[in-house]
Every structure is written in structure tokens, then in C-alpha cells.
């Protein structure tokens, strides 16, 4: 099946700093990729959706100058959460679906940890 | 607006036994509903979802709209069936998925 793969899987930046996320999907072209963000034992929140081209789409309560999303080319999104805080410590997924639309394929996920 | 709810966090049966996963949702017009699944160390990768009514690994789900319900079920319980269980719904219109909260799913042997 398609493989979606994030880099890092694992991040500890201090405060104040910016992190950068990248999405990539590995063999098949993504117009649409999605950023989630994952607290410990929670679910899945969907934070935006990142468009190739174009701005992403943000969900309610997100900053987008906090969180900005690049999608510059079909098999590649970022995110890059800017002067992070402590409180931005988590668990951060992409996905990305396939052009028929039928499933969305999971990155790995990145753990970020903010000191 | 659009919701997925599973009630239960934690569900633990042992091997053997009968396993039903709830899930609800609420969505005004023809929603694609999904279920996921992320065993240990591993990402989230789809289990099943309504429009194929297939069998994944023994479990099936049907789509009920009257209720509005898609809970996930499977006859005899593994244990490699041990694993967050998350049921989805799908806008149709921009592609993206509302998950529920997540069912660990806990088979003892």
C-alpha cells in the first residue's frame, strides 16, 4: 500500500524556537494532506488541511501563524510550529490520501517535546 | 455538526469472546464512515470501512443509519487483536476525518 513518512519521529527544541515537521508521501502525488495533533490518550485533532498550491485550511482554534503549513509540491507538506512553548508538546501526525480518495494513509507521527 | 463519539475507553474481553466497539455519530447529509486501528508502536492504518462491507481480520461493521451508529464487531476475540481502535467519519465534500476518541481494545488470554 501507499506510505506516507514524517520527519522526525522525535524532536526536543527549547522554548522560544522554531520546529519543522516534514510530511512526505513516498510513492503516490498528495494535493491533499492533513496535520492532526494528538494528546496523551486522547484522540486525533484535525488541525488543518494542507492544500499543494495553495494556503492551508485551519480548523477552529488553530493559530495559523503558530502552526504554518507549506505544501510546496505533490509529495511533500510541512509544518512548522513557530516560537514554540511548553504547551505545544505533542504528538503531531500527518496523512495524506490517495488521488482516488478511497483511504488516507498515517504517517508515523512526531513527538515533540518543548523545554 | 459533525461528531464521532466512542463511549468506551477501555474495553477488555478475553480470548474467545464476542467483541462489539461502539460508535456513534452525528453528520447532516451521507456520511463515509471508517474504522482505524494503531497497534504498539505502530501507526494508524485503516481496518475496514462502510461502503466496501468487507471482513478485515474477522471484524465487520455495518452502518446504521436509523441510529446512526457504526459499531465495529468480531465473533471470537484474539489476542493480537489488542490495539486502539478508532472509529472515523468522513466529509464528503473536503476529504478530511473527524476521529472519535478511541477504544483500547484489551484481549486477555
Known amino acids: 500500500g501507499a506510505v506516507v513518512s514524517q520527519h522526525p519521529s522525535r524532536v526536543i527544541c527549547k522554548s522560544g524556537t522554531s520546529v519543522k515537521i516534514e510530511c512526505r508521501s513516498l510513492?503516490?502525488?498528495?494535493?491533499?494532506m492533513f496535520w492532526y495533533r494528538q494528546f496523551p490518550k486522547q484522540s486525533l485533532m484535525l488541525m488543518a488541511t494542507?492544500?499543494?498550491?495553495?494556503?492551508?485550511?485551519?480548523e477552529q482554534g488553530v493559530e495559523k501563524d503558530k502552526f504554518l503549513i507549506n505544501h510546496a509540491s505533490l509529495t511533500l507538506s510541512t509544518l512548522t510550529v513557530t516560537s514554540a512553548h511548553p504547551e505545544d508538546s505533542s504528538f503531531y501526525i500527518c496523512s495524506a490520501r490517495n488521488r482516488a480518495g478511497t483511504e488516507a494513509f498515517f504517517g508515523q507521527g512526531t513527538r515533540l517535546t518543548v523545554v | 455538526a459533525q461528531r464521532v463519539t466512542q463511549p468506551e475507553k477501555l474495553l477488555s474481553v478475553f480470548k474467545g469472546a464476542p467483541v462489539e466497539l461502539k460508535c456513534n455519530y452525528s453528520y447532516s447529509g451521507s456520511p463515509e464512515l471508517f474504522w482505524y486501528v494503531q497497534y504498539s508502536r505502530q501507526r494508524l492504518q485503516l481496518l475496514l470501512r462502510h461502503i466496501s462491507r468487507e471482513s478485515i481480520k474477522g471484524f465487520t461493521a455495518d452502518l446504521n443509519k436509523g441510529e446512526t451508529s457504526f459499531h465495529l464487531k468480531k465473533p471470537f476475540a484474539q489476542e493480537e487483536d489488542s490495539a486502539m481502535y478508532y472509529c472515523a467519519l468522513s466529509s464528503s465534500n473536503t476529504g478530511k476525518l473527524i476521529f472519535g476518541q478511541g477504544t483500547t481494545l484489551q484481549v486477555k488470554p
Open positions: 494542507s492544500n499543494e498550491g495553495s494556503k492551508a485550511t485551519y
Open positions: 510513492d503516490f502525488q498528495a494535493t491533499t
